[in-house]
């Protein structure tokens, strides 16, 4: 069964800095991955999604990595903003969609 | 489109009553979800939908769950009877074949108190 963690499960920045969070897999044999944004109370949105074949892919500041042979991918944020805020999940969809847990992200102004 | 349709937004209901929960998909997609969010579990696959067929449902947490997707745009979670701790936010999200963008709903917080 595939497992998804996210590190670290919670970080605060000041506004500006630029950030990297985590999620790794354990089963590789996968079709994707997506990374979401959650606000609080919200659903979902879908920030970014990697195909197995894919390396990166990249949306305004936003770039998400995948290394599918050591079951890792990056978010690198640029130049965070205190609108950033929120929960980002990482998605692994192999036979179904598992989620990791989450990183509670809080960019202070 | 207006995405994924989600109703009630919020429900709070007493232990033993029966909960349904609604789902219109976004129009031609072909892939549906729900999933099940507390603090404690995080998020949960109950079951997924190809085609308005059932393929995998080992989420489903007991007996008194069931989902059903009678045509491509409308799914329904039912749990009978209701307990306290199936307290949680229910998601529906729905995908164009496996491996494209998921997008989810708004989801359907419920209290059962």
């Known amino acids: 069964k595939q497992e998804v963690t996210q590190i670290p499960a919670a970080l605060s920045v000041p506004e500006g800095e630029n950030l990297v969070l985590n999620c790794s897999f354990t089963?590789?044999?996968?079709?994707?991955l997506q990374w979401f944004r959650q606000d609080p109370g919200k659903g979902l949105t879908s920030l970014l999604l990697i195909q197995s074949s894919q390396r990166e892919q990249t949306s305004g500041r936003l770039n998400a990595s995948l290394d599918k042979s050591s079951g890792r991918s990056t978010l690198y944020i640029a130049a965070s903003q205190p609108g950033d805020s929120a929960t980002y999940l990482c998605?692994?969809?192999?036979?179904?969609?598992?989620f990791g847990a989450g990183t509670r992200l809080t960019v202070k102004p | 489109d207006a995405g994924v349709i989600q109703s009630p937004r919020h429900e709070v209901t007493e232990m033993g009553q029966e909960v349904t929960l609604r789902c219109k998909p976004i129009s031609g997609h072909n892939s549906l979800f729900w999933y099940r969010q507390t603090m404690m579990r995080g998020l949960e696959l109950l079951i997924y939908f190809n085609n308005n067929v059932p393929i995998d449902d080992s989420g489903m947490p007991e007996d008194r769950f069931s989902a059903k997707m009678p045509n491509a745009s409308f799914s329904t979670l039912k749990i009978q009877p209701s307990e306290p701790r199936d307290s949680a936010v229910y998601f529906c999200a729905s995908s164009h074949s496996s491996g494209n963008t998921i997008y989810f709903g708004e989801g359907s917080w419920l209290t059962v108190v």
């Open positions: 998605a692994v969809n192999g036979n179904d969609m598992r």
């Open positions: 089963d590789s044999a996968i079709y994707n």
